[in-house]
């Protein structure tokens, strides 16, 4: 039983582009959970997917989008990249019927922006 | 709000001594109380988690964690370290606001475990 799997490991980006995280959740879940941890930082919420909705964001500006599939898949879309947003971005995912708090998380990619 | 506090960045211990990391929380509701552990380049693993049931929880790899309501803490254990425990950790609250489950981490304890 897979857990939750994230792509890519690792991603090199220039200021001012834009990148694309991609996450799929553990069997069984439907909610997908984003997660920025800078370094030396614990993770801080960026936002949740449930039925393909954003419900709930973090104070994350507008430069952080993201998105559900039908599968229950997500992405992470971050535009206009900043030095700052360099770390580690990791998905977490849950289910309704556990309570909805996220317990499993992926390995995280790792974003660095130059 | 809900929020934690870890009382220690760093925690250096012995092999086969007990670990204490101490945690306070603070939260509005009745909180959901969680320890992750995140060892280098990995994610997160959730280690025990606190959902208003017994005040002493048991988790993974013999840590456990005490709920104490008058203290607002939630301090992890071990008895005995092992070097596999040299990890950062993580205590965590859950926003149970609006039912979402979204987490709210403390700034991690890195846990260094001599031989």
């Known amino acids: 039983d897979a857990g939750v799997t994230q792509s890519p490991t690792h991603l090199i980006k220039t200021r001012g582009q834009q990148v694309t995280l991609r996450c799929s959740p553990k069997?069984?879940?439907?909610?997908v959970s984003w997660y920025q941890q800078a370094l030396g930082q614990g993770p801080q919420f960026i936002f949740q997917?449930?039925?393909?909705?954003?419900?709930q964001r973090g104070n994350f500006p507008d430069r952080f989008s993201g998105h559900q599939f039908p599968n229950y898949s997500s992405e992470l879309n971050v535009n206009a990249l900043l030095l700052g947003d360099s770390a580690l971005y990791l998905c977490?995912?849950?289910?309704?019927?556990?309570?909805?708090?996220?317990?499993?998380f992926g390995n995280g990619t790792r974003l660095t922006v130059t | 709000a809900q929020s934690v506090t870890q009382l220690d960045s760093h925690v250096s211990v012995s092999e086969g001594t007990p670990v204490l990391l101490r945690c306070n929380y603070s939260s509005s509701y009745s909180p959901s109380l969680f320890w992750y552990v995140q060892h280098p380049n990995k994610g997160l693993q959730l280690l025990l988690k606190y959902t208003s049931a017994a005040t002493l929880v048991k988790g993974i790899n013999g840590f456990e964690a005490e709920f104490k309501k008058s203290e607002t803490s939630f301090h992890l254990t071990k008895p005995s370290a092992h070097m596999s425990d040299a990890a950062e950790y993580f205590c965590?609250?859950?926003?149970?606001?609006?039912?979402?489950?979204?987490?709210?981490f403390g700034q991690g304890t890195t846990l260094q475990v001599k031989p």
């Open positions: 997917y449930y039925e393909e909705e954003e419900r």
């Open positions: 069997s069984g879940h439907d909610t």
């Open positions: 977490a995912s849950s289910s309704p019927r556990q309570g909805y708090s996220p317990l499993h």
């Open positions: 965590v609250v859950s926003s149970l606001s609006s039912n979402t489950g979204k987490l709210i």
